[in-house]
């Protein structure tokens, strides 16, 4: 009696573990770029790479540098207006909202000067 109560104790944990693990990496594959919570980074431009599409962004918490791609979903915008890719330069003050991919960093939005948004002259 008292084995079939440890074997069905360790049935259930491992069921439980099976499960929890399951629920844990859902969403991790390939197609959960749409679904990765975005992060946000405030910070100064340091370098344009418009070779890669990527822009270099010193953090202003941690002071570390944030290398963010740039897509063509990317929405970028200055004074409440849509801006290009073109329009970002090295020493703006930016903030970004991006996810984490499998190739690196992706910039969902990018707001240009950030202190003048809403001020539109």
Do not use: H, W
Not at 36 to 60: C, F, H, M, Q, W
Not at 77 to 106: M, P, Q, S, W
Not at 110 to 120: D, Q, R, S, Y
């Amino acid at each position: 009696m008292q084995r079939k109560i440890i074997v069905m104790i360790a049935f259930i944990i491992s069921a439980c573990l099976l499960v929890s693990s399951y629920i844990a990496f859902a969403g991790c594959g390939s197609d959960s770029k749409e679904l990765a919570i975005p992060k946000k980074l405030l910070g100064v431009i340091k370098t344009v790479d418009e070779k890669n599409n990527s822009i270099n962004v010193r953090s202003d918490v941690s002071y570390d540098p944030f290398i963010i791609k740039i897509d063509e979903k990317t929405i970028i915008k200055k004074d409440n207006e849509n801006k290009t890719f073109k329009d970002i330069r090295a020493g703006e003050r930016v903030r970004i909202r991006y996810i984490e991919t499998e190739n690196g960093l992706v910039a969902k939005t990018i707001v240009l000067n950030p202190e003048t948004e809403g001020n539109k002259k």
